[in-house]
């Protein structure tokens, strides 16, 4: 599967931005698609993830209620609502896929492919 994501840029705290990532294909009814993260000098965070077998979502605790993970799946298109952004949140954005149910991984963050990712700067 390939996965393009965009729609980062510079925005200021307490702001809104949605990310979006074209897949090649939706036709992987059992994974996950979803989005995670990596600012300069941290590790990689997992930031949301949705089924496309039931559509459930989970999200970060970091994230929680001010992100919204959504899909087209006429574009095979994923969104990420971005509310009431935080300095924090400044952090290159991939759009990423998991192969298996969630109990394969050992964190919140893993997967087994990605895209290239998008910039997201959250300042003043």
């Known amino acids: 599967v390939q996965l393009q994501a965009s729609g980062g840029g510079l925005v200021q705290p307490g702001g809104s931005l949605r990310l979006s990532c074209a897949a090649s294909?939706?036709?992987?009814?059992?994974?996950?698609i979803g989005w995670v993260r990596q600012a300069p000098g941290l590790e990689r965070e997992g930031v949301s993830w949705?089924?496309?077998?039931?559509?459930?979502?989970t999200y970060a605790d970091s994230v929680k209620g001010r992100f919204t993970i959504s899909r087209d799946n006429a574009k095979n298109t994923v969104y990420l609502q971005m509310n009431n952004v935080k300095p924090e949140d400044t952090a290159v954005y991939y759009c990423?896929?998991?192969?298996?149910?969630?109990?394969?991984?050992?964190?919140?963050?893993?997967?087994?492919?990605r895209g290239q990712g998008t910039q997201v700067t959250v300042s003043s």
């Open positions: 990423a896929v998991r192969a298996g149910p969630n109990h394969y991984y050992n964190n919140f963050s893993e997967h087994d492919y």
């Open positions: 294909t939706f036709a992987f009814a059992h994974y996950y």
């Open positions: 949705l089924s496309l077998s039931d559509g459930s979502t």
